[in-house]
């Protein structure tokens, strides 16, 4: 864990995180996520060798219902909070070009 | 008896007499939000029509002699996370300032089915990230003990509503001490309860190996009661547990003979204010003049939770809030050059900076190249803090504790330093990690006026042990009588 975040990761990982941020965001955060990933460091200490990870703090496993049909929410109110919509779809940008 | 600031079960007894009616108490505390809440601030949204309508229901069905529910005619809060059909659910964020969820959480039918009275929804740190309830994107909430601390986070409008009387009881949610620190910087009781205690249906997701759903009140009772109400499997959230509901309220009164609780060594270490250290060291004192004996226990890698927390909880924020595109519901930019500009300058525009940096933290620690050093890492040391309660708590019944570091801190003293804000959830956070139940209850104050908190752990599904043993202190005390001056 060396943790000498640059400019340029931070960048990187703004992209991978769908985030535009601002040039005084991306500094502030370089310096204040590099403040934090080494306190984080503090984790190297501990011998984990023969630990199981652990996801959750209830070790469930699946849980399975009947499959039978049951309504869903109706398609006027599951679009009733859509940014853009014809009343049957969500609507997004074109993604193809000239399709 | 005034009816604002009365604690649940009086008030419950007072509309049995019939010495007041629902409306009544629900005019009541309406009349003291629109009095006090323009300085204190907790209210994202009042519901006065729809409160009244309810109210008068629930008196025309008590005059018919009908059955009512256990929270029959008490007005709540609910912090702005949960679900409410019809009304507006922001989670303190520009990114859902509009949306209005088409469905109820299964906490909101529980409490509609229980006859309460839901008077509006209460602030919080944004997406419930914070430890002030600062990051809101709309207003500031103020500490009803001192105007110029914060109320703690991110459950900060839960916790200011019932410390300054605008309602006995209200909902918050807890992932790695947010009701349990705001509850101790207003003076006021806050339970989180065992992981999976409580659906999650219809909670607007934060960290789901870490979220939980718990009452606030301004006593144990009144917490009690709330929880027993809340409680219990719902199919609709898979990791909701399937086990029966103790009636906590029926013996919360019922102390503990040969109480065994457990002091952490590691607790009282550098950092810790001796105001705190004193108020806890008081309590154990009182739980021995009633007969507990105490044993101080280590919980070793308790050290790291703070460290553990803020590798865990980002990656799960990180991956939960890219729901948030722009598509489904939410905010869309209005200018954008294609599809992924489109996602991203959505996101860029409506989170806040402490969101942004969670997701950043979260992003990089789940990238390729460092996901087996810091997520799989956290991973296995959030095993050894479980092992670790594991053990003690087959030497002791609870946990006493710290609820933070120190009392409620300044408004605008943190906010520019998210590693020190991060460390106020020391105490915290490692209940979320294991799993575990925990109460905080007002067990003293500052020399400068602020409420100081104190927190019992134990093993989980023991919240009925927990009321019990939080009950037997409250009994001997009176810091729960305090009202906030505002």
Redesign the interface.
Same mark, same amino acid.
């Given at each position: 864990m060396s943790n000498q975040l640059t400019r340029v990761e931070v960048e990187k990982v703004a992209a991978l995180a769908r985030l535009k941020l601002s040039e005084a965001e991306l500094e502030t955060l370089t310096s204040q996520m590099g403040q934090i990933l080494n306190y984080v460091e503090l984790l190297n200490e501990v011998d984990t060798d023969d630990v199981e990870p652990m996801a959750h703090a209830v070790e469930v496993v699946n849980v399975f219902r009947d499959d039978e049909v049951r309504d869903s929410l109706p398609r006027e109110a599951a679009l009733s909070n859509a940014p853009k919509t014809d009343g049957r779809a969500f609507l997004v940008p074109q993604i193809l070009e000239g399709a | 008896m005034s009816i604002t600031g009365a604690t649940t079960g009086e008030l419950l007894d007072q509309m049995n007499r019939g010495d007041v009616s629902c409306a009544e108490v629900v005019n009541a505390h309406l009349d003291r939000i629109e009095s006090t809440d323009e300085t204190i601030g907790a209210f994202l949204a009042v519901d006065r029509e729809q409160a009244l309508e309810r109210a008068g229901d629930i008196d025309a069905k008590r005059s018919r002699g009908e059955s009512l529910g256990a929270l029959a005619g008490l007005p709540i809060a609910v912090k702005d996370v949960l679900c409410t059909r019809g009304q507006a659910t922001t989670c303190g964020s520009r990114m859902l300032e509009? $949306?209005?969820p088409? +469905?109820d959480a299964h906490v909101i039918e529980k409490l509609h089915s229980a006859d309460a009275v839901i008077v509006g929804k209460v602030n919080m740190d944004e997406f419930a990230m914070g430890s002030s309830t600062e990051n809101s994107a709309f207003q500031v909430t103020r500490n009803p003990w001192n105007l110029d601390h914060t109320p703690g986070g991110s459950s900060g409008g839960p916790a200011a509503a019932v410390a300054a009387s605008m309602t006995p009881l209200s909902i918050g949610s807890d992932t790695g001490g947010s009701i349990r620190l705001p509850a101790a910087f207003c003076g006021i009781v806050g339970m989180k309860p065992t +992981?999976?205690r409580v659906s999650r249906y219809g909670l607007v997701a934060f960290a789901s190996?870490?979220d939980q759903l718990g009452p606030l009140a301004n006593d144990v009772t009144g917490a009690a009661l709330l929880l027993e109400t809340m409680a219990g499997h719902d199919?609709r959230d898979?990791?909701s547990?399937d086990e029966p509901v103790p009636e906590y309220s029926r013996t919360v009164d019922e102390g503990l003979k040969g109480l065994k609780i457990g002091l952490v060594r590691e607790h009282f270490a550098e950092g810790l204010d001796p105001e705190v250290e004193q108020a806890v060291q008081s309590a154990v004192e009182v739980y021995q003049s009633l007969g507990a004996t105490v044993e101080d226990i280590s919980l070793p /890698?308790s #050290? *790291?939770a703070? %460290?553990?927390y *803020?590798?865990i909880a980002p990656c799960e924020a990180?991956s939960n809030l %890219?729901r948030y @595109?722009?598509?489904? +519901?939410?905010?869309?930019a209005e200018n954008?050059e /294609?599809?992924? @500009?489109? +996602?991203?300058?959505s996101?860029?525009?409506a989170?806040g @900076?402490e969101v #942004?940096?969670r997701?950043?933290?979260g992003? $990089?620690a789940l990238?390729a190249g *460092?996901y087996d050093? *810091?997520y799989? #890492? %956290?991973?296995?040391? &959030? &095993?050894?803090i479980?092992n670790d309660f594991d053990r003690a708590f087959q030497q002791v019944d609870v946990i006493v504790s710290p609820v933070s570091p120190r009392p409620a801190f300044g408004i605008g003293e943190l906010i520019d330093d998210?590693?020190t804000m $991060?460390l106020n959830d020391i105490y915290t956070s490692s209940a /979320?990690?294991?799993?575990?139940p925990g109460i905080s209850l007002p067990a003293g104050k500052s020399s400068s006026g602020l409420p100081i908190g104190l927190q019992l752990l134990a093993p989980?599904l023991q919240e009925e042990r927990l009321f019990r043993v939080a009950r037997m202190f409250e009994r001997e005390t009176e810091w729960h009588q305090e009202r906030a001056p505002c």
């Open positions: - | 509009s $949306y209005v088409p +469905y +992981y999976g190996s870490l199919s898979a990791t547990l /890698n #050290k *790291y703070v %460290a553990v *803020y590798l990180s %890219a @595109d722009g598509v489904h +519901y939410g905010h869309r954008f /294609n599809m992924i @500009d489109m +996602y991203a300058t996101r860029g525009e989170f @900076d #942004k940096r997701i950043m933290l992003t $990089y990238s *460092y050093a *810091y799989l #890492k %956290a991973l296995k040391v &959030r &095993r050894l479980r998210p590693m $991060y /979320n990690l294991a799993g575990l989980p």
